[in-house]
T-cell receptor
Framework: GENVEQHPSTLSVQEGDSAVIKCTYS??????FPWYKQELGKGPQLIID?????GEKKDQRIAVTLNKTAKHFSLHITETQPEDSAVYFC????????????FGTGTRLKVLA | EAQVTQNPRYLITVTGKKLTVTCSQN?????MSWYRQDPGLGLRQIYY???????DKGDVPEGYKVSRKEKRNFPLILESPSPNQTSLYFC?????????????FGEGSWLTVV
């Protein structure tokens, strides 16, 4: 089955700097890769996603890149702000029709003011 | 407002005392799922359901039961809770269609089994 590894587990950056979180997956059949942000005391919320037919997607300060050959995808946050502090999860969806999502172990991002 | 509502949000219970965590969604989603979140392990799927009366095991189903008698509800049942089921639980839902649809999560239920 699918396995998703996420690094780093914690990341501290200065406000205004960029943050990059990386994930690798094992199942070459996976074709959907969402990123979720979990703020303290809340459930995860989708912030951006990418499908396997696209190499990069951008939404204001956040972007996701996908390298299908290497089976890894990354979240990029530019001009970080204190409100970006949260736990971020990547996920991969098995393309078998079961809609089974495998999540990474999460990255705790701290943006230092 | 699109919502996944789960109750209770916080619960302390004793080993062996059956409990149910309810989950309801108002988006008419076919797909519903339960996850548990543990430090260092991320989100692990317990059970999921593709539609009414259709349920299937996720990665960590042991010690849990679910039912899907109505489209909007997907309760999680712990018949005989044990301390290793102390965790943060999330219910989630999604529409079905081409692979890759947004999962909407509830706010989470903190469960402590003593």
């Amino acid at each position: 089955g699918e396995n998703v590894e996420q690094h780093p587990s914690t990341l501290s950056v200065q406000e205004g700097d960029s943050a990059v979180i990386k994930c690798t997956y094992s199942d070459s059949a996976s074709n959907y890769f969402p990123w979720y942000k979990q703020e303290l005391g809340k459930g995860p919320q989708l912030i951006i996603d990418i499908r396997s037919n696209v190499g990069e997607k951008k939404d204001q300060r956040i972007a996701v890149t996908l390298n299908k050959t290497a089976k890894h995808f990354s979240l990029h946050i530019t001009e970080t702000q204190p409100e970006d502090s949260a736990v971020y999860f990547c996920a991969a969806s098995e393309a078998s029709g079961t809609y089974k999502y495998i999540f990474g172990t999460g990255t705790r991002l701290k943006v230092l003011a | 407002e699109a919502q996944v509502t789960q109750n209770p949000r916080y619960l302390i219970t004793v080993t062996g005392k059956k409990l149910t965590v309810t989950c309801s969604q108002n988006m008419n989603h076919e797909y519903m799922s339960w996850y548990r979140q543990d430090p260092g392990l991320g989100l692990r799927q317990i059970y999921y359901s593709m539609n009414v009366e259709v349920t299937d095991k996720g990665d960590v189903p042991e010690g849990y039961k679910v039912s899907r008698k109505e489209k909007r509800n997907f309760p999680l049942i712990l018949e005989s809770p044990s301390p290793n089921q102390t965790s943060l639980y999330f219910c989630a839902s999604s529409s079905l269609g081409p692979s890759g649809n947004t999962i909407y999560f509830g706010e989470g239920s903190w469960l402590t089994v003593v």
